[in-house]
């Protein structure tokens, strides 16, 4: 960093540009980490305190079928959140990309909610769901829902939330995808006899998957961290892993416990994102 | 045939997608005292908001964190951003990762991280809990200057960068350089990057929830602790001015990346982030 390279042709911004940037991650970002690994491996002293040792006890208590419980609940969330992101955001993303003439428009659409108030998007839906919301009254009158009907404060009521929140990270990445796609393919494939099922199935999927990818590993993710959905339209009833890691730094006060679970998330998580770099890889020589 | 009912599956997508937030709007503007029994049009509830000291002082916390995190995650995501655009590729790789790392790692990890961080850090410097308005801003800047980073870096790339060689060549140093030749370039990317950055840390509820010690409360998370008491009238008069505030600032972003971009690819490449 501190010699300027003379490998490429004109002059440049120094690299020591970079250094603020850094240390300012090393410090409020890695450090941090750091720090809770040291933390992970610490012994616990009474009820809140904690000293620093070599110590894989937490790891051993999380070898519980009780948090394994937790763990696979997670998981289920996580997986049924991508794929049903996928279900409702492919066809969206196909409609713009081969289809919508304002495409900007409508993609802009998708991500408005996205940046806006992750609170206040998964609070709204604690009044749709509300027994007393005037849609869902009127549809309990017409029958369609019987009178005891409520989803909110239950798992249900979590599985509409993170849909509704991950969405708009599913669809931008197909979209991306798709919009370099050449519709001129899959025409000539109709043209010539093809039924439009087939040459979806043998050109446009195929061509998709690196955007199907992407979008899955952008909602997965965040989906094994989950906290605030099962908090606010889970009534806090069912936990997740998220929700555990959360626990340990509020009433259960158990720190090192907490950064142990944290850990494991985020190895759970490394070994997930690896398994899908490898597929998107096996996909590209193959596919 | 087909292509119609795409058209009907995007357009109930879109009704999943905005009806929740219409449903906040509209029942703000209902007078009656509960949220779901409308009881006549009315921005009472915007009044009472106003004029209710707990909900007031929160905002403003939540102002002056989420401004002084823009203007630090500017200076250091632009600065990050001129210096990675022309690094050597040994060097940027992993500097890339980590300005990825800081965005995708889960924020419950991040904020329980930077609890014990702070916490530790008070200890160690024998200030007792730290914790606070300050430790939020610090906290936030880790993402945000990464969104900036990003943002900037994609426009200073694709604009090409021989008007800084030629500056350079005729003897100005980086700063003059950046003065004279970069900043009037970038500020449109630098500008919206601020207002992404504005935005996410006005919204932020994870991280500063775990950051935030026991007497500094945020608007997003003084809403939170209303929500186990169910749902009110001036909560949610609250949460419908967040979002107008928001949406504002994310459509002003929006056109301050569209009307300087010259591709509109380019514009498309950006939500993304």
Redesign the interface.
């Known amino acids: ?1 501190r010699r300027r ?1 003379a ?2 042709a ?9 250094l ?3 240390g ?2 090393g410090l ?6 750091v ?2 690994g040291a ?1 992970a491996l610490s012994e616990r002293v009474g009820h809140i305190d904690f000293v620093y040792a070599l110590n894989f006890d937490n790891f051993k208590v999380l070898w519980d079928p009780l948090y394994g419980e937790i763990f696979l609940r997670t998981l289920r969330l996580a997986l049924f959140g991508t794929v049903a992101a996928l279900l ?2 492919f ?2 993303a ?3 990309a081969r ?2 003439k304002r495409k ?1 428009l ?8 996205f ?7 998964t ?6 769901l ?1 027994p ?3 849609a869902l009254r009127a549809l309990k009158w017409m029958g369609v829902l019987a009178d005891d009907f409520s989803v909110l404060y239950t798992p249900t009521a979590v599985y509409i939330g993170v849909v ?1 929140t991950y ?2 990270l599913m669809v ?2 197909i979209y ?1 995808t798709l ?1 370099r796609m050449d519709w001129s393919l899959v025409e000539a494939a109709e043209d010539l006899g093809d039924p ?1 099922l087939r040459a979806f199935r043998r050109i446009t999927l195929p061509l998709a998957v690196p955007g199907v990818l992407a979008g899955s590993l952008l909602v997965f ?2 989906l ?2 989950e ?2 959905n099962p908090v ?1 339209l889970g009534g806090d009833k069912t936990i997740y892993a ?1 929700n555990l ?2 626990l ?2 509020g009433s259960s006060r158990n ?1 090192p416990f ?2 142990t679970i ?1 850990l494991v ?2 190895a759970l ?1 490394t070994l997930a994102v690896l398994a899908f770099i490898r597929l998107a890889r096996r996909e590209e020589q193959y596919g | 045939m ?2 119609r009912l ?2 009907a ?2 357009l109930l ?2 009704l ?6 219409a ?2 709007v509209i ?1 703000a503007f209902n007078g009656g005292r509960q ?4 009881d006549g049009f009315s921005t009472k509830w915007f009044g009472e908001a106003l004029a209710d000291p707990t909900i007031t002082e929160p905002f403003k916390n939540s102002l002056l964190i989420a401004f002084g995190n823009a203007i630090l995650a500017c ?3 632009t ?2 951003a ?7 590729p040994w ?1 940027r790789a992993p ?1 890339d990762a ?1 300005v990825y ?2 965005l ?7 904020g ?6 702070f916490v ?1 850090l008070g200890n160690w410097l024998s200030l007792g809990s730290i914790l606070g308005l300050w430790t939020i801003l ?2 936030h ?2 993402f945000n ?1 990464s969104v900036v ?1 990003l943002i900037v870096r994609a426009r200073f790339v694709g604009m090409g ?1 021989s008007l ?2 030629a500056s ?2 005729l003897g100005a140093g ?1 700063l003059s ?2 003065r004279q030749v970069t900043l009037p370039r970038l500020a449109p990317a630098i500008l919206a990057g601020g207002l ?1 950055a504005f ?1 996410f840390s006005f ?1 932020d ?2 991280t500063s929830f ?1 950051v935030s010690g026991a007497g500094t409360t945020t608007l ?1 998370l003084r ?2 602790s209303s ?1 186990r008491f169910g ?1 009110s009238p001036i909560v ?1 008069a609250a ?1 419908a001015m ?2 107008a505030l ?2 504002l600032s ?2 002003a972003a ?1 056109l301050v990346l569209r009307r300087t971009a010259q591709m ?1 690819r380019e ?2 490449v950006i ?2 982030v």
């Open positions: 960093m390279g490998i490429r004109g002059p440049r911004y120094p690299g020591w540009l970079a603020p940037a850094l300012y991650y409020f970002f890695l450090a941090p980490l720090l809770m933390v409702v955001g066809p969206l196909y409609y713009i289809y919508a900007t409508l993609l802009l659409l998708v991500v408005v909610p940046w806006t108030s992750f609170l206040i998007r609070y709204s839906w604690l009044i749709i509300d007393d919301f005037p509704y969405l708009p931008l990445p991306a919009e439009p993710i965040p094994m961290g906290y605030l606010i998220g890691i959360g340990q730094f720190w907490g950064a944290a998330l985020i998580m | 087909g292509k795409l058209q599956h995007s997508v879109y999943f997608l905005y009806a929740p937030i449903v906040v029942f949220v779901l029994n409308w200076i250091l995501g600065a990050l001129l210096a990675l655009a022309r690094l050597r060097l500097i980590l790392m800081t995708v790692t889960p924020e419950i990890v991040f329980i991280a930077a609890l014990m961080f530790q610090l906290a800047v880790v200057a980073a960068q800084e060689e350079f060549d980086p350089t950046f992404l935005t919204d509820f994870i775990f997003p809403i939170f929500l749902i949610n949460a967040i979002l928001t949406l994310i459509v929006y509109r514009a498309t939500p993304g």
